[in-house]
């Protein structure tokens, strides 16, 4: 079975093509960091006229990567929300055109349940039941997914993202967007333990987040420094330990409330090196990791979410785009 993923939910444009369930014949990847970082952040209206640009190029070059024509497609998968509505209509709409043209079938996909697939690409032993932890520029949930399609969010953050407030981190502290690896590069040489920075909802007993207070606290810091003394590195290390400690400390909680030891993380904050580690040493659990190229946006895992949907009977009709998606979760 062959599947074309389309993703365009926010920045990167993606085309990829897999057979059955996780090979990947093909991967095209388009990222408009470059384009955004002049700015501070993504430009909705930019981004959405970037995907005009690269998709269907993308997706001619996924078909000439794998040698077929778009009539040999069995299904495409396409992201129809969360995300930035003109984004969203770009991806939704090119799919539309093509699943007409082709007479193939289409699918919409729900962005998040495309990054619980991540990790699968490269753990196809990974069966549920397992956690996950989703932790994106727009998303911090743990979810539990008792099957592929039965999922529960067992808790999510109060207001940032641990994506965004890296982002926000980043631009208090005068570096480029994405903040994320811009952090985590210059943490490297920065001492952890230079700032002590609280761990935020570390002891509620309830899976739950909250990062702008944190953001707050850095502010305070740096505010504290002549602008040419900041100490960048040290609050750049300190900052990343904190986020990682309170994301580490709700996983393990998690796992001790639902006897689930298996952990799937995902989203652009899973390349971090030092939540990685977390997760792989933590010893309660076992951490289920996409290849780091994977944590991000990608189109490989819209059309691994999507093919199984349709095997399981999943049909979503005429496909239209939903920024603020959430249907695939039950709230516990
Ligand atoms: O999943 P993603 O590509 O897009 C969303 O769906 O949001 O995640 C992007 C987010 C950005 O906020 C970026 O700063 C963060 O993931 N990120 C990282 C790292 N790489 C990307 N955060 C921490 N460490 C990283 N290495
Ligand atoms: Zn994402």
Redesign the pocket.
Known sequence: MLTLGIET??D?TGAAIIRDEREVLCEFLSSQIADHSRFGGVIPEFAARKHLENLLPLADAALSECHISGHDLDLIAVTRGP?LMGSLIVGVMTARALSQAWDVPLIGVN?LEG?LFAPLVDSGDLKPPFLSLI?????TEIVRADDFGKYELLGQTRDD????A??KA?RILGLK?????E??RLAKTGDPYAFDFPVPLKNTGKIEFSFSGLKTALLWQVKKFPADKIPVNDLCASF?RAVTEALLSKVKLAVRMTGIRNVAA????S???A?REALVNAGDFRARLPAKGR???NAVMIAMAGRNAWLRGVRTGGVVPDPSLNEWLQKS
């Open positions: 939910s926010c990167d995300g962005h990054h932790v994106s520029g727009g998303h993202a641990a994506g965004e890296y982002d980043a967007y994405p903040g994320g690896p952090i985590e990343q995902s989203g652009g904050v390349a971090n090196v939540l944590c991000t946006d």
